[in-house]
């Protein structure tokens, strides 16, 4: 492994950036144990970045900069036992495919798949589901390079407090090397996508929630419309879209044409409730059978920023009138539709839905637009509903705010300060976070 010329890091959407003092490459769990012992020789930080996927500054690396481009190996494929373990680099769209060559899936997941598999787990990342829970419920191994150069693994029966802090941990107790992944069989989804009012969707909320494994809806602010995607699984046959169909719906018009809309309401933002009531009602049912993973992702190419707050389940309705009720208060002019997705309890510390059934809202603006008066305004509600910031999205809440919002959040602290207690692995957003 031999260091980078010094250059500047920036996230995916252009909103984080950061010129460490040194970038390196390594190729093995005992390379990155090497760049640690190294940092710590310098008296410098160090972090792993994934790719760029986070809003906040969770990856920013002041001193040591790690890139995870390498460290995709995949270690072992347990398809008896559904254990699959695999390096921290590797994307989730790789890992999904292998997954699928061994009939093998992840139970639930996120809409994109482009981040790597600790990246997305180290923010806790989550999809919607009424029983399958997030990625921090899909893990049965981690192994971590700790502060002081050893790389230890922990699982429910090995070190279990490390790992239940450390499955959505930030890379604050070390850096995740490995992963061993616990999935279930493959498996088909039946995909229904319907428009539906605002009214009729609140009012059905509960029974959508009940009556599918995978329930989620789109509102577009200033308009009635919503979108409804509700995922089932079955036997098959598999039906998927046609790929024109695929091409014109998830290609051309979610992405090519929504770039162009947010360009124009970027330069004329009056224009937004008008445009946004064109594109409630341009949107048009269907229904098709995909492998699963293929029907939880989605391409998006539209730069963006992002807020997402989790609320207790029972407070999502009230809040979602509230949220409606600050539109019409606000000048807001919003292009992109807010996404609401729900989420069984969590056992991770610092997951979102530690210990309580959980809805999600995550409010987004076009990358080169103003976000701050939008997104304070949104989580001044969800705050004032306990709401916990999604650890890779947007927010401005620090460690006095979420030792109130997390029960097991002075555990973590004690384990960070018994793990790093030089703080090696810190940096401004895990400071903002963490208080030290």
Not at 52 to 63: K, L
Not at 79 to 89: C, I, K
Not at 174 to 182: D, F, L
Not at 198 to 207: M, N
């Amino acid at each position: 492994m031999s260091p980078e010329t010094r250059r500047t890091w920036q996230n995916w959407a252009g909103n984080q950036q950061a010129t460490p003092h040194r970038t390196a490459t390594p190729r093995t769990a005992a390379e990155v144990a090497d760049a640690v012992r190294a940092a710590a020789a310098d008296g410098r930080t160090v972090r792993m970045t994934g790719t760029g996927h986070s809003f906040t500054g969770a990856a920013v690396a002041e001193g040591v900069l790690l890139r995870p481009t390498a460290l995709t190996a995949v270690r072992s494929v347990d398809t008896a036992a559904g254990l699959v373990t695999v390096e921290a680099g590797l994307p989730l769209h790789a890992l999904n495919r292998l997954l699928d060559d061994h009939g093998l899936a992840l139970a639930n997941m996120g809409d994109i798949q482009e981040q790597t598999v600790a990246g997305a787990l180290q923010t806790a990342t989550h999809g919607t589901g009424r029983d399958a829970a997030g990625l921090a419920s899909q893990v049965a191994e981690l192994e971590l390079v700790l502060a002081d150069g050893t790389t230890v693994t922990c699982s429910p029966a090995e070190r279990p407090e490390l790992f239940d802090a450390a499955r959505a941990g930030l890379g604050a107790l070390g850096i995740v090397t490995a992963i061993t992944w616990r999935t279930v069989p493959k498996f088909l989804l039946r995909a229904q996508e319907e428009p539906m009012k605002w009214d009729e969707v609140l009012a059905r909320i509960d029974e959508f929630d009940s009556a599918n494994e995978h329930f989620e809806f789109y509102w577009f602010p200033h308009t009635e419309g919503c979108l409804t995607k509700r995922n089932n699984r079955v036997e098959g046959p598999a039906q998927p879209l046609p790929k024109l169909k695929h091409w014109l719906d998830d290609r051309f018009l979610s992405n090519t044409v929504f770039g162009a809309v947010n360009r124009v309401t970027h330069r004329v933002p009056s224009s937004t409730p008008f445009i946004n009531g064109i594109s409630a009602k341009a949107l048009g049912a269907r229904t098709y059978t995909d492998t699963s993973y293929k029907v939880f992702t989605s391409p998006r190419t539209v730069r963006f920023k992002e807020q997402e707050y989790a609320i207790p389940r029972e407070e999502l309705v009230p809040a979602l009138r509230e949220l409606r009720g600050l539109f019409a208060r606000k000048d807001w002019r919003i292009s992109f539709p807010i996404e609401v997705r729900l989420l069984p309890a969590e056992d991770a510390w610092l997951s979102m839905a530690y210990g309580r059934r959980t809805a999600f809202i995550a409010v987004h603006v076009y990358n080169r637009d103003p976000h701050e008066e939008y997104f304070g305004g949104v989580e001044d509600l969800m705050t004032s509903l306990g709401g916990r910031p999604h650890w890779g999205k947007l927010h401005t809440r620090d460690a006095a705010y979420l030792e109130k919002a997390y029960p097991r959040f002075s555990d973590f602290q004690a384990l960070r300060d018994e793990y790093d207690p030089d703080r090696r692995f810190a940096n401004p957003y895990t400071r903002q976070v963490f208080g030290d």
